[in-house]
């Protein structure tokens, strides 16, 4: 099932539960290797999504900004990005490019992610995968610059979206998730992906 929202490429219900099952496997290895943290924004605030990444940068924040780093805040390098999620960039994008980075968010109770632009890479022409395993998110589209009207739709577990084209710098957050609705994670929340070129 294949939606078009303000450029965004909705792919519902892309992943069955074997799939999101062994990726959240995947997810469990990437974690145990480089643990989920919560960044510090810029504005000094903790970030209520935590995070890890995989690939060779993984996506970093703090008093001085954001950015990717070559290493996790340990010191030690990011694990490699699964394959699985590999072969779902490559099926969904047709890109031959890998991507660099998976940044792997997890939403707990109460979590959520305000207004952004994804704009901390070098070239916006590569698109933005995301991956949403878990308890549902109420994910929000914007515009090319902060404001203007909105629209939402609830993305489930399994559910796959592309942001590319001219909408890859379109302003996107998740106001809220409805905690326990999946019972794809046994102490529930919700898992997002997002893999991207970044040099
Ligand atoms: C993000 O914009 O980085 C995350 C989007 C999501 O959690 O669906
Ligand atoms: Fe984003």
Redesign the pocket.
């Known amino acids: 099932m294949r939606a078009k929202i303000r450029g965004f490429d909705i792919y519902k219900e892309y992943l069955d539960v074997r799939a999101q099952i062994s990726l959240v496997e995947d997810v469990r290895a990437v974690a145990s290797q480089a643990p989920m943290f919560s960044p510090q924004t810029p504005y000094g605030k903790p970030m209520s999504v935590h995070m890890t990444s995989a690939g060779t940068v993984g996506w970093y924040a703090d008093k001085t900004g954001y950015r990717y780093a070559p290493t996790h805040p340990h010191g030690t390098k990011w694990p490699p990005i699964p394959a699985a999620v590999l072969a779902l960039w490559h099926d969904l994008t047709g890109l031959e490019r890998a991507p660099d980075c998976c940044?792997i968010?997890y939403?707990g109770e109460g979590a959520r992610?305000g207004m952004?632009q994804?704009r901390d890479e070098a070239d916006f022409s590569w698109p933005v995968l995301?991956v949403?395993l878990g308890d549902a998110?109420l994910?929000r589209i914007g515009n090319k610059t902060r404001g203007g009207k909105t629209e939402s739709l609830w993305?489930e577990s399994g559910d796959v979206v592309v942001m590319g084209g001219a909408a890859r710098l379109t302003y996107?957050?998740?106001d809220r998730i409805r905690f326990g609705s999946s019972s794809l994670l046994p102490k529930g929340g919700r898992i997002?992906l997002?893999c991207r070129v970044v040099t």
């Open positions: 940044l968010n939403y992610m952004h994804d995301s949403s998110g994910f993305l996107h957050g998740v997002n997002t």
